[in-house]
């Protein structure tokens, strides 16, 4: 297997195809996050996100910020250190209104974005090229 890269990830461009996450019936992803999670064997990355939907803590940062209701902004990222930390927010470049920290993981890129959208009745979980 060769190492994943972000070439490879910019590669999805968008499908009607979806993949619906066990843990979460409401939830539901692309080829482009379903390739992520295979080949970084980072299926926890998925659960770590979908953990988050109708959780206290997103329920209370979408009542201070309506905008994530519809959308989330998810980053992983990797310290060299050998931890990370899976982030979101509402928008690029605004403060993180989830943080959790990952002790260690051999994700094999320094970050990784997932980007979330409601549609009324699901959440949709997909790589930015896909957008």
Not at 14 to 42: D, K, W
Not at 115 to 121: I, Q, S
Request: glycine share 6%; net charge negative.
């Amino acid at each position: 297997m060769s190492p994943l890269s972000h070439a490879d990830l910019r590669q999805f461009t968008g499908s009607l195809e979806r993949f619906r996450h066990p843990l979460n019936p409401r939830v539901i992803y692309t080829p482009g996050v379903q390739y992520l999670a295979e080949q970084a064997g980072a299926y926890w990355l998925l659960d770590v996100i979908v953990s988050y939907f109708d959780s206290p803590e997103m329920t209370k940062a979408i009542e201070a910020d309506q905008r994530l209701g519809e959308m989330q902004f998810w980053r992983l990222e990797v310290h060299e250190t050998g931890g990370a930390e899976v982030l979101c927010n509402a928008d690029a470049g605004e403060t993180a209104v989830i943080q959790q920290s990952i002790p260690f993981t051999d994700f094999p890129l320094e970050y990784a974005d997932i980007w979330a959208a409601f549609d009324g009745k699901h959440w949709t979980l997909y790589l930015p090229s896909e957008h």
